[in-house]
T-cell receptor, first 117, second 111 residues
Framework: NAGVMQNPRHLVRRRGQEARLRCSPM?????VYWYRQLPEEGLKFMVY????????ESGMPKERFSAEFPKEGPSILRIQQVVRGDSAAYFC???????????????FGPGTRLTVL | GNSVTQMEGPVTLSEEAFLTINCTYT??????LFWYVQYPGEGLQLLLK?????DKGSNKGFEATYRKETTSFHLEKGSVQVSDSAVYFC??????????FGAGTTVTVRA
C-alpha cells in the first residue's frame, strides 16, 4: 500500500521560472492538503482540495500560486514567476475523509524541496 | 484561532536519557492532538495521536497524554536512542481540516 507520493523531491528554479509540484494521495484518499515549511519553522497550511474542487485556499498567497486536483491524475501545486522567498519544503498530505474523520489524521508525503536561485 | 506552542530547541541528550518536549495549545472546540516526527531529509511521520481528553497516545516508547485542563500534550520517552534524533512537531486538528503545527523541536541524541 503505497504512501503519499510527491515529485520531484528536489527542484531548482531560477527567479521568474515556474515550479510545478506533484502529489499523488494514498490509495482510497480523496482529500489532499498542501503545506509549506519555511526554514526553521513549522508547517503552514496552504490549500485543501477534493477531486476537482478547491475547498479552502485561505493559506495560499493571492498571486502566483495555484493548485488543482483533477478527476484523473495527481494534485498539482503551481508557482509562477518564482522568487527567492518561495524557497521552502512543500508537503502534501492526504486523508480518506475530511475534517476530523478518523481523528483528523493526515498522511504526509516526503515533500518537495524547492530552491530558487 | 488555533495555535500550538512547543518547547524550543535544540535539545541534546545522551543515550538512555529521559526526553520530554512540552506542547500547549489554544483551540476552539475539542481538537485532536498529534505528534509528528521528521527524520533528516524526510517527510513527516505520525508518531502518536489522541482524540479526546485524558487519552494517552503511545508508539515506539513515546507517550503523550491529552490534558484538557492544562491544554497540554507533552511528549515523553524514558530512554532515548541515537535513532530518535529528529525534529518533533506537535499539531492539532480542531473542527476543520487544517492541521496547526508548532515550530518543531530538534532533538539530537549522542552515543
Amino acid at each position: 500500500n503505497a504512501g503519499v507520493m510527491q515529485n520531484p523531491r528536489h527542484l531548482v528554479r531560477r527567479r521568474g521560472q515556474e515550479a510545478r509540484l506533484r502529489c499523488s494521495p494514498m490509495k482510497g484518499h480523496s482529500h489532499v492538503y498542501w503545506y509549506r515549511q519555511l526554514p526553521e519553522e513549522g508547517l503552514k497550511f496552504m490549500v485543501y482540495l477534493q477531486k476537482e474542487n478547491i475547498i479552502d485556499e485561505s493559506g495560499m498567497p493571492k498571486e502566483r500560486f495555484s493548485a488543482e486536483f483533477p478527476k484523473e491524475g495527481p494534485s498539482i501545486l503551481r508557482i509562477q514567476q518564482v522568487v527567492r522567498g518561495d524557497s521552502a519544503a512543500y508537503f502534501c498530505a492526504s486523508s480518506p475523509t475530511g475534517g476530523k474523520g478518523r481523528g483528523g489524521e493526515q498522511f504526509f508525503g516526503p515533500g518537495t524541496r524547492l530552491t530558487v536561485l | 484561532g488555533n495555535s500550538v506552542t512547543q518547547m524550543e530547541g535544540p535539545v541534546t541528550l545522551s543515550e538512555e536519557a529521559f526526553l520530554t518536549i512540552n506542547c500547549t495549545y489554544t483551540a476552539t472546540g475539542y481538537p485532536s492532538l498529534f505528534w509528528y516526527v521528521q527524520y533528516p531529509g524526510e517527510g513527516l511521520q505520525l508518531l502518536l495521536k489522541a482524540t479526546k481528553a485524558d487519552d494517552k497516545g503511545s508508539n515506539k516508547g513515546f507517550e503523550a497524554t491529552y490534558r484538557k485542563e492544562t491544554t497540554s500534550f507533552h511528549l515523553e520517552k524514558g530512554s532515548v536512542q541515537v535513532s530518535d534524533s529528529a525534529v518533533y512537531f506537535c499539531a492539532l486538528n480542531s473542527n476543520d481540516y487544517k492541521l496547526s503545527f508548532g515550530a518543531g523541536t530538534t532533538v539530537t541524541v549522542r552515543a
